[in-house]
């Protein structure tokens, strides 16, 4: 197979670290990995296997001989720059919300639709985090019964807000044992004034605040729902939360299906699906917890029970590495299949 060159642009944060981390670990063909980032990080050298690269700054002329370039810089670098790399003959893989609502732009989770892929322009966009740890969830259950209804609260690590979000963690606890008074300075949104702490806290919100009261990231989980699916007939309804949790995101998923779907008949779609593995047995207190799903590419699905008091109704519990399946693998399983339709390079 030919060796295609390999950009990452962001290659400094929680998802370029995973990205380089998952290209050698699925032996992804990579001829040239040219590691991108702001003007701070340049000239610094990352290890990657045996070799060390030296970080450059992200460019609009950075782009000349890549085949595939994966962004995580933010939107706006995004915007920026994703189309000078497709200037320069690459396939974009896109991992902000810049594009994702462009319907010129294919939204894509594999294992829901991946000849979607097929069609892009130069762009393709990777869903948000929370969307795509549902998606993977509920799509088995969707193809066999329909999903007309969804209500989802997500109980978000805060990785998902990047490195810095870790650090602040991390910092609140060791403030915390050492008695001193910490300051919050990163979550729940770096760019606004007002912060709250994380440790021994829950906070309702993630991402800005947009129309109706909903939050930019309860939003993304709609409209990302309804153009991944293709239908945007099913009503959904979500609540983001962060919580002190350092990685993997969990979400309680309550469904209601056009055709009723027992359990059992749930369970076992779940079984079978790809890139799913159920972890569910009350009686042994086995459900997937973030600690569990931290470093896998499944999303894990357990407490899969019925909704007493509606007849199509049913309750599950979804937990996903969204470094991993919620954003850099993801991106790389789009072009490995890219890659095995012949469709890259
Ligand atoms: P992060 O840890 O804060 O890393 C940000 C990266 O972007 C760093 O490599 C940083 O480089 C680079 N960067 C910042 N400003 C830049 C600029 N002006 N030009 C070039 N590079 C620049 O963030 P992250 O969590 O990896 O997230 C990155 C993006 O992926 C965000 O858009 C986020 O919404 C999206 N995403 C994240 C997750 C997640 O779970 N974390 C999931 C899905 C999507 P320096 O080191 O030089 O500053
Ligand atoms: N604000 O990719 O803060 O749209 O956890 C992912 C994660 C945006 C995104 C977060 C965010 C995205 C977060």
């Known amino acids: 197979m030919k060796a295609l060159n390999v950009a990452i642009v962001g290659a400094t944060g929680a998802v370029g670290e995973e990205l380089i981390k998952i290209l050698q670990e699925r032996r992804f063909p990579v001829g040239e ?206 609540t983001t939360v962060r919580v002190p949790v350092l990685r993997s995101h969990a979400e309680s998923i309550y469904i209601e299906t056009e055709r009723r779907l027992t359990v059992e008949e749930a369970r076992s779609l779940l079984s079978e699906a790809p890139g799913v593995a159920v972890m569910d047995d009350p009686a042994q207190q086995l459900y997937p917890m973030p600690l569990d799903a931290a470093g896998r590419d499944e999303v894990f699905v357990g407490r899969i029970r019925p909704d007493l008091a509606v007849e199509n109704g049913l309750n599950l519990w979804a937990v996903g590495d969204q470094i991993r399946k919620g954003a850099a693998l993801n991106a790389i399983q789009i072009a490995e299949y890219l890659l095995s339709e012949g469709a890259l390079g």
Not at 35 to 62: C, F, H, M, N
Not at 140 to 160: C, E, F, K, M, W
């Open 33 to 238: 990995l040219r590691l991108l980032a702001s003007r701070r990080s340049a000239g610094r050298r990352v290890k990657v296997g045996s070799d060390e690269i030296e970080v450059q700054a992200a460019s609009a002329d950075a782009f000349r001989g890549i085949d595939v370039a994966f962004f995580s810089a933010g939107g706006s670098v995004s915007k920026a720059l994703a189309p000078e790399a497709v200037k320069a003959g690459a396939v974009v893989i896109d991992n902000t919300s810049a594009f994702r609502m462009d319907p010129s732009v294919p939204l894509v989770v594999p294992e829901v639709n991946p000849q979607a892929a097929l069609k892009h322009q130069g762009i393709i966009a990777n869903p948000n985090c929370s969307t795509i740890i549902m998606l993977v969830a509920l799509n088995p259950l969707h193809q066999a019964a329909r999903v007309r209804r969804v209500v989802v609260s997500t109980y978000q690590a805060v990785s998902g807000a990047g490195m810095k979000a870790m650090e602040e963690l991390l910092q609140q606890v060791r403030d915390y044992a050492a008695g001193r008074q910490s300051e919050a300075r990163v979550l729940p949104v770096a760019a606004l004034d007002r912060h709250y702490p994380i440790l021994f806290n829950v906070i309702p919100q993630v991402d800005v605040f947009d129309e109706a009261g909903y939050t930019r990231e309860e939003w993304k989980m709609v409209r990302e729902t309804h153009k991944i699916f293709g239908d945007s007939t099913i009503g959904i309804t979500a």
